[in-house]
């Protein structure tokens, strides 16, 4: 069994991946790009500037980058941000995890303000024993270290007794450069071969799909060998 699970949050524990993609959508158009929406949908999981850098030449990335990143932080937050709903049975899974006394510490690219209000929002924060976000860590995903952050933030426990758990490749990429063990969620958009590529070693729809499968899933198990 493990002793310690690590969840991303966007697209993970909240239904929101379809506003981040419609906020870079908005935010590539103000500065005079056209992004179709379902190609960006496919980077949503992995840090901002390595999207930039995708579908900005190196020019345009210097010129107003920065620029059109906040402003889209600054859509999603105004626009989308207050629409986001919690995908069901969040609580009920953290409450099954916490009866076999497995820790759990949140991971989310977001920053801390959106953070703070996710976790409010899922109403899990007596359960959890930790959350980190963007502000803690120089690098975002695909590269590992919100996870290495995370990892700090559990007491006495081994990575090799840590299972991640997330919505996209690049959570998948990120732990897998820890050694952690990931879980994919379809609730992300990606789709199980894509995510199975990535590294994940079960998928399920959402977590009230991990909840309702606990019994036979990798968080119930009597290793992790």
Sequence with gaps: ???????????????????????????????????D????????????????????????????GSDLKQYRK???????????????????????????????????????????HYREMLGIKDLIDGMTCSDDVENAKPEP???QAALKKLDQVAPESVIVVGDSPYDAAAAQK???????????GFSTDQLREAGCVAIYKDPADL??????????SASLS
Excluded: C
């Design 178 to 188: 820890l050694s952690l063990r990931t879980l994919g969620f379809l609730s992300g």
């Design 37 to 64: 929406f379902a190609t960006i949908k496919q980077r949503i999981g992995k840090g901002g500037e390595y999207i930039l850098e995708e579908f900005l030449t190196e020019a345009e990335n210097q010129e107003y």
């Design 145 to 147: 270290d919100i996870f």
């Design 211 to 220: 909840l309702a499968h606990y019994q036979d899933s990798l968080l119930n």
């Design 1 to 35: 069994m493990p002793q310690a699970v690590i969840f991303d949050i966007d697209g993970t524990l909240v239904d929101s991946v379809n506003f981040h993609a419609e906020a870079w959508v908005q935010g590539f158009e103000k500065f005079g790009h056209s992004v």
């Design 74 to 116: 600054q859509y999603f937050h105004d626009q989308f941000l207050p629409k986001i709903q919690a995908l069901p049975q969040v609580r009920a899974l953290f409450e099954r995890i916490r009866q076999d006394q497995i820790q759990i510490v949140l991971a989310t690219s977001a920053e801390q303000e959106t953070a703070n």
